[in-house]
C-alpha cells in the first residue's frame, strides 16, 4: 500500500482477557479517504479492534499509528478519531442539538457559541435530521438515533469515523437506506470510515476494502470483489456465506468430493481440504443428464426470493444443505419438484479448492 495515502496502521497489536486473545498479533493498515468494511463473526474481535484504535483500550502489545503518527500512548480525546457505538449511546435527557453540541461544549478546545451553532445545524443536516433540533431523544425513532449518534460524531470534524455495527439495530428496508446516506456521508466528508459488521451482505456492500476479522487476527482484505472471487482461506468462504464448501481429499491436481473425482486447475495451501463452490455457479439437470464434471445428486428442498435473485436449496446424500442461486436477470424461476432428485454440477474451472498439498 502507499505509505503517503496510509490513514493508520495497527503493528501486532494485541489485547489479551483473561485467557481470551481479543486481538492477535493484528496488522492492517488503511488508506486515506475510503470506506472499510471489518467483517467478522460475533466474539472476533471486532468491538476490541475499535476501541484500541480509538484509545479506550491500550494493546497489550504492538503499536497504532494514525496521520504519520504513533498514537499508541494518546489519549482518546486527543486523537481527533470518532466513534459511534453500538447502542447509539445519547444522553437520554438533552434534545437532538445539545447531543450534537455536547462534544463541542465540553472538549479540550473551547468553541466559541456561534460556531457551535453553525457546526451542529451542518452536523444535523448533514444527516439528514433537519428541523428536529429541539425533539427529545425519545421523540424520535431507532433510525433518526442512529443519525444524532452519527452527527455528534462528525460535528467534531474527525479524520477517522469508527462505526460499531451502526445498522445492527435496524429494520432492513431502513438498513439499505443508511447505507446508501453513509456512503454519500464519507465521501462528502472525504473522510475514512471503518465499519464494523456482522453481515457479509453489509460489508461487500458497503466497504471499498473489506478485511476479515477471524479470532483476533485480520485474515484477508482486499476489495469487495477480491474477497468475493478469492477468499484466501475456508474461513474466509464461510465467513461470506456466499459458497458451498465439501470436505474431501485434495490432491496437487484433483479434488474428491461428494460430486466425485474432479480436475482442480490450482489448489491453495490451507489448514485442511475444502472444495468452494458459490451458490450463484451452481446449475440444476434433470437425473440422467449427461453431465461432464462434477455431479452431485441431491434432493430439491425449497427455494426463496431474495428480490434480484431467487435462491434454491437442495439436500445432498449425506444430508448437507447445497445452494444454488439463479439471478432473475438470466431467466424466470424454474420450478423444481419437491423431494425429486436432480443432479448439481458447474464448471469446475470456477471452484476454489483448498488443500494442506496445495501451493501458497
Ligand atoms: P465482537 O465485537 O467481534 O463481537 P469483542 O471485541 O467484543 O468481539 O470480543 C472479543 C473477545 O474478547 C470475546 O471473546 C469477548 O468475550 C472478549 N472480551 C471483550 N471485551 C472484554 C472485556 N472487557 N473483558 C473480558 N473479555 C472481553
Ligand atoms: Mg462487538
Do not use: C
Amino acid at each position: 500500500m502507499n505509505q503517503m495515502n496510509s490513514i493508520f496502521r495497527l503493528e501486532g497489536v494485541s489485547r489479551q482477557y483473561g485467557d481470551v486473545a481479543a486481538l492477535d498479533g493484528i496488522n492492517f493498515e488503511a488508506s486515506n479517504n475510503e470506506y472499510i468494511s471489518l467483517l467478522g463473526p460475533s466474539g472476533s474481535g471486532k468491538t476490541s479492534l475499535l476501541r484500541v484504535i480509538a484509545g479506550f483500550e491500550k494493546p497489550d502489545s504492538g503499536r497504532v499509528w494514525f496521520e504519520g503518527r504513533d498514537i499508541t500512548d494518546v489519549p482518546a480525546h486527543e486523537r481527533g478519531i470518532g466513534f459511534v457505538f453500538q447502542n447509539f449511546a445519547l444522553f437520554p435527557h438533552l434534545t437532538v442539538f445539545e447531543n450534537v453540541a455536547f462534544g463541542l461544549r465540553n472538549g479540550i478546545k473551547e468553541v466559541p457559541q456561534d460556531e457551535i451553532t453553525s457546526r451542529v445545524f451542518e452536523a444535523i443536516e448533514m444527516v439528514g435530521l433537519a428541523g428536529l433540533e429541539d425533539r427529545g431523544t425519545e421523540q424520535i425513532s431507532g433510525g433518526q438515533k442512529q443519525r444524532v449518534a452519527l452527527a455528534r460524531t462528525l460535528v467534531m470534524q474527525p479524520r477517522l469515523v469508527l462505526l460499531d455495527e451502526p445498522l445492527g439495530a435496524l429494520d432492513a428496508n431502513l438498513r439499505d437506506r443508511m447505507q446508501t446516506e453513509l456512503r454519500a456521508i464519507r465521501e462528502k466528508l472525504d473522510v475514512t470510515f471503518l465499519h464494523v459488521t456482522g453481515s457479509e451482505t453489509e460489508a461487500l456492500a458497503m466497504g471499498d476494502t473489506v478485511a476479515v476479522l477471524d479470532a483476533g487476527k485480520v485474515i484477508q482484505s482486499g476489495n469487495s470483489s477480491e474477497i468475493y472471487d478469492a477468499p484466501a482461506s475456508p474461513d474466509v468462504a464461510l465467513f461470506l456465506n456466499r459458497f458451498n464448501l465439501f470436505d474431501g481429499v485434495a490432491t496437487g491436481t484433483t479434488f474428491r468430493g461428494p460430486f466425485g473425482q474432479v480436475a482442480t486447475p490450482v489448489v491453495r495451501k490451507a489448514s485442511r481440504d475444502v472444495y468452494a463452490i458459490r451458490y450463484d455457479r451452481v446449475q440444476v439437470f434433470n437425473m440422467g443428464d449427461a453431465i461432464p464434471g462434477p455431479a452431485l445428486d441431491a434432493r430439491y428442498v425449497a427455494s426463496e426470493y431474495l428480490g434480484s435473485s431467487i435462491m434454491y436449496f437442495f439436500e445432498a446424500a449425506d444430508g448437507k444443505t447445497v445452494e444454488a442461486e439463479h439471478h432473475l436477470s438470466f431467466g424466470d424461476p424454474q420450478d423444481y419438484k419437491v423431494g425429486q432428485h436432480y443432479v448439481l454440477s458447474w464448471d469446475p474451472a470456477q471452484a476454489i479448492v483448498f488443500g494442506q498439498e496445495g501451493a501458497e
